[in-house]
């Protein structure tokens, strides 16, 4: 599966759990919250100050 910013979260846990350390480490440690599942993945990103684009660059590595 192709992520991108749109992607809700709970989506990309649940095609691809091995993704969540990625999001991990980059300081996404919201990953059970309910909140969080209906979030895309720009808007987690937002809140955390991290950059869509770095991230994206890894799940899709």
Known sequence: M???KNTKIGELLEKSPEKAEILLE???HCLGCPASQ???LED???VHGID???ILEKLNA
């Open 2 to 4: 192709k992520f991108d």
């Open 26 to 28: 980059a300081g996404m």
């Open 38 to 40: 209906m979030e895309t």
């Open 44 to 46: 987690a990103c937002d």
């Open 52 to 54: 869509v684009e770095d």
